[in-house]
């Protein structure tokens, strides 16, 4: 793969807070390392590229990408490439990860399940109590899984183990309610986040699911949504939320103040093609899954 562009957005003479950094098209990409662009070898013979990626997680430089039926782990700090759940997945979408485990919403087996980060299948839950968990993610000072269900309109809280603590909201239009909500997110504080699609906003709630506030609305105009598909938030507590019909992210303040949009539709990089998840790391570092076009496009908030 060719050295990326330096792209930079917003434009100088602006000062710059967002930049792009790389894209992930396969096991045998050259030039994927978190934190630069270097050269890595993954140790397989064929490169496995992505078919129809929809999720994405990152922690401690593994990259975990939910595709056809399958995970893909990338691990960069190793140079390592692995597949997880082949034997298990059906359909899997929403992923999360913490420390050495991973949690996949497989929305046609209608349940999470938990893998280890060398692929040993450890457990699986919300059989019977969820239909589909399109959004999955991790709070881990409070030791919790979030899962959306885009069909039941209700996001469920569970402990690691797969315990079941609370739900909340119903099928609506009004403040803490849902019309098939997709991609989930946490803050430091323990704040969930979830895209409330046909809404067309994001909702967001306390650690106990008490509503708080929404923002956006349908529309075409910068701050507003047509196709809202994930959410997530960097260190600095900005809100970045993935739009399938722009092609883009935009970045918010917890206000609901638009304050950046980065990304439109199309091949070259920093465009996409139905993106369908948004992640940040622990080092302020954006995966977004532009799914059409086959790859995961890497950029990097600039802080202060």
Excluded: C
């Amino acid at each position: 793969m060719e050295k990326p562009p330096e792209m930079v957005w917003p434009l100088p003479p602006e000062k710059p807070r967002i930049k792009f950094v790389n894209i992930i098209l396969g096991s045998a990409d050259a030039n994927i390392k978190i934190g630069k662009l270097k050269s890595v070898l993954f140790g397989v013979e064929a490169d496995t590229r992505f078919i129809k990626p929809f999720g994405v997680a990152v922690t401690d430089q593994t990259v975990y990408v939910t595709d056809v039926g399958a995970v893909l782990e990338f691990d960069l700090k190793n140079a390592s490439f692995r597949v997880i759940g082949s034997s298990e997945l059906a359909v899997p979408a929403g992923i999360a990860a913490t420390g050495d485990r991973v949690y996949v919403g497989d929305v046609a087996r209608k349940m999470v399940f938990v893998y280890s980060k060398e692929g040993k299948r450890l457990l699986e839950f919300g059989k019977g109590e969820l239909e589909v968990p399109a959004g999955v993610a991790i709070d881990e000072q409070r030791k919790r899984v979030i899962v959306s269900d885009a069909r039941k309109h209700e996001v469920f809280i569970y402990g690691l183990d797969g315990r079941l603590l609370s739900k909340f909201g119903r099928r609506g239009t009004g403040p803490g309610e849902f019309n098939f909500p997709y991609g989930v997110a946490v803050d430091r504080q323990g704040r969930i986040y979830v895209v409330d699609s046909m809404n067309f906003r994001v909702e967001i709630f306390d650690e106990k699911g008490g509503f708080l506030k929404s923002i956006g609305k349908v529309g075409t105009s910068p701050g507003t949504f047509a196709r809202p598909k994930g959410v997530a938030v960097d260190s600095e507590g900005h809100i970045y939320v993935l739009d399938a019909a722009f092609g883009n992210f935009q970045i918010f303040d917890f206000e609901g103040n638009t304050l950046l949009a980065v990304g439109n539709t199309g091949t070259g990089p920093a465009e996409f093609m139905l993106p369908s998840s948004i992640y940040i790391d622990e080092n302020d570092e954006i995966y977004v899954v532009d799914q059409i076009n086959r790859r995961v496009q890497i950029f990097q908030y600039l802080k202060e």
